[in-house]
């Protein structure tokens, strides 16, 4: 061991070696004292500095006016705190007092600079407590925030905000004395309240935040209109039926939460009333007679009333075929959107007030009723980005409209936001003989399977048992009917045919296989036909006396010279005069 003035060394040797330096205190730095509240008592905080790796006490000092002092020893090793205990009152808020913390070890000591402070600069206090708010006659419009503080307060700051925001408004309040009215809320909406106090306008400290206080704010009347849109579908020549659809509100507009929807029918000739309905949907569905002209409403109710009531009259939506844009286009952009782009409808064009742009699932499942989306477009857009339940690999059918007045033109297309090829090929389900030709019928691809949207179909066959290449038929897709006409199979003979399906992606496996044999006679009228057209057309053309003189001629000049010259008589020739004739005569025997 070594020893001087300034530290102290130890060396341990043998299995090992460490040593280990003692040191006299380094001067406390960074001394602070507070008191929490009027009642508190005064605690002061400091930094050690290094460790002296000896036994170091610390003694805390407080000066006050008329001479008193107050003094505090700390025995913990790793002292850097210390609660005097004592508590100032605000009887002299200028009073100075002056604090210092002293060091010792058996090697030196060491004291921090002293600070100086009064009453006003130490004291913090306490978080106010107790926040209540009062909504006068229930009404957002006249709102009162209270709190409970300690009985020095002087100033207030208040903080509030929505619970789905991360920025406050913040409000500086003077002389409060535990309330202040707050007349910028929002109806229906959950916020978040704290509030937070300080002894003096221009000194001193703010005390912490307080518990925060979390309600939501009362009910008003919904404002604002409901958008709603519609479609219409003829039952019979007399009525047609007639499908609301209408959007919710917006938390802003609606105010409260919705209760329920007023929706009237009424009958344009006479202005009335014919049916009032309420319903806790957003659509709604009547059958109406086709011979009159309609209107209908909506209204939004919360517990504080209606919104303004959105009228709508029923007009056949694609009925102004000048209206009906054109060059209707859809593409995907993204997994869940889908720009579509038209074309203004040529000459009524400038008679557009607005389009609207309307999309549901083309097969979105057995017993499901897709839901309609739309949304409204100005006369100067010729384009809108559709995403509300836009999905990968679904088929949309998608519809621009263009209103003016109570007219209205339409185009539609289909559409999807991704696709690849289907998974699986159509079922063929029934193949039918029908005269020289058979009609093969499907179902259609699983929604599921579909992958987007099918542009064809495609139709092979080949003999059975044959290596050759099936021929195929492609068909552009259609809603329906799923069937097609084949009529270029031989009969008498067994064929199997299959299906597959395509989208843009490329095309799917096959499905089934089924095989058929056209059981029809060989169908002569194949060869009949062109023989008997051709000999009515040869017999008419040689009724013509003109015609037929042409011919012979035509037919004279072609014929060989032999053909041309007289025949002889054989009696004139040398050889029968030289040779006269002998007229042999045999006489028949009979014999019995």
């Known amino acids: 061991m070594t020893h001087n003035a300034q530290e102290i060394s130890w060396h341990l040797g043998l299995c090992g070696s460490s040593s280990r330096v003692a040191v006299v205190p380094e001067q406390p730095q960074n001394l602070s004292c507070i008191q929490k509240g009027e009642r508190g008592t005064v605690a002061c905080t400091w930094d050690r500095g290094r460790d002296t790796h000896l036994y170091t006490a610390y003694t805390l000092q407080l ?53 100086t402070f009064t009453f006003m600069d130490i004291v913090r206090p306490l978080p106010p407590w107790d926040i209540r708010i009062k909504f006068v006659n229930g009404s957002v419009s006249r709102c009162t925030l209270q709190w409970k503080d300690e009985e020095l307060v002087l100033l207030n700051r208040l903080r509030y905000r929505p619970s789905n925001s991360r920025s406050w408004n913040v409000v500086n309040t003077t002389n409060a004395k535990g309330r202040h009215d707050l007349l910028d809320l929002k109806p229906f909406t959950e916020y978040e309240f704290q509030v ?85 949907h957003t659509s709604w569905t009547w059958v109406i007679p086709r011979t009159e002209r309609w209107a209908v409403t909506v209204s939004a109710a919360n517990s504080k009333g209606s919104s303004l009531p959105t009228r709508v009259n029923i007009t056949d939506l694609c009925g102004a075929g000048l209206l009906a844009p054109g ?23 400038s008679d557009v007030q607005e389009y609207v742009v309307e999309w549901r699932e083309l097969h979105p499942g057995v017993g499901m009723q897709p839901p309609l989306n739309w949304l409204r477009s100005p006369p100067y857009n010729m384009s809108a980005s559709i995403s509300e339940n836009i999905k990968p690999y679904i088929c949309y059918e998608i519809r621009v409209h263009a209103l003016s007045g109570d007219q209205g033109g339409c185009n539609s297309i289909r559409g999807n936001s991704k696709h690849k090829a289907p998974l699986s090929g159509p079922n063929i389900n029934a193949i039918t003989e029908e005269k020289e030709s058979i009609l093969i019928s499907w179902d259609e691809i699983p929604a599921q399977k579909q992958m987007g949207c099918i542009l064809h179909y495609r139709i092979y066959w080949k003999e059975r048992d044959s290596s050759s290449q099936p021929q195929l038929c492609e068909i552009p897709y259609r809603v329906s009917p799923n069937s097609h006409p084949i009529d270029s199979l031989q009969p008498r003979v067994t064929y199997v045919l299959w299906m597959t399906a395509l989208t843009a992606a490329g095309e799917s496996p096959q499905g089934n296989e089924r095989e058929f044999r056209l059981q029809g006679k060989t169908n002569w009228n194949r060869f009949l036909a062109p023989s008997i057209c051709t000999a009515i057309i040869m017999v008419g053309i040689f009724s013509m006396h003109y015609v037929r003189q042409k011919v012979l001629v035509l037919l004279s000049a072609l014929r060989p010279e032999w053909y041309s010259r007289q025949i002889p008589d054989p009696a004139n020739s040398t050889w029968a005069k030289k040779y006269p004739i002998v007229e042999v005569r045999y006489k028949a025997t009979v014999t019995s």
């Open 63 to 115: 000066n006050g006016p008329k001479n008193l002092t107050w003094q505090k020893q700390c025995n913990d090793y790793y002292c850097d705190r210390l609660d005097l205990g004592i508590n100032l009152t605000p009887e002299s808020p200028a009073f100075s007092y002056i604090v210092k913390v002293t060091a010792i070890n058996s090697l030196g000591s060491a004291s921090s600079f002293p600070s």
């Open 196 to 280: 937070s106090s300080k002894l003096h306008l221009y000194e001193g400290i703010w005390s912490d935040w307080s518990e925060a206080l979390r309600i939501q704010t009362p009910e008003e009347e919904p404002t604002g209109m409901l958008d709603v849109w519609y479609m219409t579908q003829n039952i019979d020549y007399n009525r047609q039926q007639i499908s609301l659809f209408w959007k919710n509100l917006s938390v802003s507009e609606a105010r409260g939460k919705i209760l329920h929807y007023w929706v009237t029918l009424l009958e344009m000739a006479g202005g009335k009333a014919t049916l009032q309905n309420i319903t806790e």
């Open 327 to 349: 060059q209707v286009s859809a593409n995907s952009e993204g997994e869940d959107n889908i720009v579509v782009t038209w074309e203004p409808p040529g000459k009524a064009a």
